[in-house]
């Protein structure tokens, strides 16, 4: 290694220092000189295939590479064919899946006018708890049954108070650990009662918060233990 260094110089070690006390000399012509401390062979042909396995530039103008050689090589490439087709697979599996969800999507939609038709002509007495009519005729419905989720209620409310502009709806329901509240008011019904302020107050009780305008408001709070005094505070509101 001493003898190589006086020779050759400290330029040997461009590609970083050998850890070992004797070193190989690997001159290209004219071209390049390096110390090398790896293994050697007589001919390329014991070699056999190369594969680069990563590069790096340890400083300017000089490019560390490493690569596996032989039955190493071999089994490197196999390993990444492997890695390749897990890949091709998970790529295959996520365009089926986004596929399948955006069928699933699309059969939905075409399902909502349906529905919504469905939510037009439905009996409301096979649907809201209670109808009740106080001094100045306007309608109130309630309901608080587990049955309907946010898109039963968002629809039937407005689908009820469009066609009987004299109405109110108010629906109470869980979704989720919170305590929803949905208020729609008609047209004539919205000039005295306010959904708005139905969605505050009732949602206040429930220990959160709501509103909205005068015709629809929504809110809620966590409180499933006040649902019972949220409808009678409702009730109060509409009918008082």
């Keep these: 290694r001493g003898t190589a260094e006086q020779k ?12 070992v006390k004797s070193v190989r000399i690997v001159s290209i012509e004219d071209f390049d000189v390096e110390a090398c401390g790896g293994t050697h062979v007589k001919k390329t042909k014991d070699v056999e295939l190369i594969k680069i396995t990563k590069t790096k530039r340890i400083q300017d103008g000089v490019v560390r ?17 492997i890695e390749q087709l897990k890949k091709a697979e998970e790529s295959v599996q996520k365009e089926l899946k986004d596929k399948q969800r955006e069928e699933e999507r699309q059969k939905a939609k075409e399902k ?15 649907v809201i708890d209670e109808i009740e009519i106080n001094v100045n005729s306007i309608k109130s419905c309630f309901t608080n049954s587990k049955q309907y989720d946010e898109f039963f209620h968002m629809n039937f409310g407005k689908k009820l108070v469009k066609e009987n502009p004299n109405s109110v709806y108010v629906g109470i329901f869980e979704s989720g650990s919170t305590i929803r509240v949905i208020a729609y008011s008609g047209d004539e019904a919205s000039k005295s009662k306010n959904a708005g302020n139905i ?22 709070g ?19």
């Design 112 to 126: 909502i006018p349906a529905l919504l038709e469905q939510i037009a002509t439905l009996s409301s007495t096979g």
């Design 65 to 81: 590479l490493e690569f596996v050689s032989g039955p190493t090589a071999r089994e490197y490439v196999k390993q990444q064919e």
């Design 222 to 240: 966590k409180d499933t233990s006040k649902i019972d005094e949220a409808i009678a505070e409702a009730k109060s509101m509409i009918l008082g």
């Design 199 to 220: 969605a505050k107050s009732v949602a206040e009780i429930l220990g959160g918060a709501g509103g909205g305008d005068a015709k629809f408001a929504q809110g809620g």
């Design 8 to 19: 050759y110089g400290f330029k040997i070690y461009q590609g970083g220092v050998v850890p």
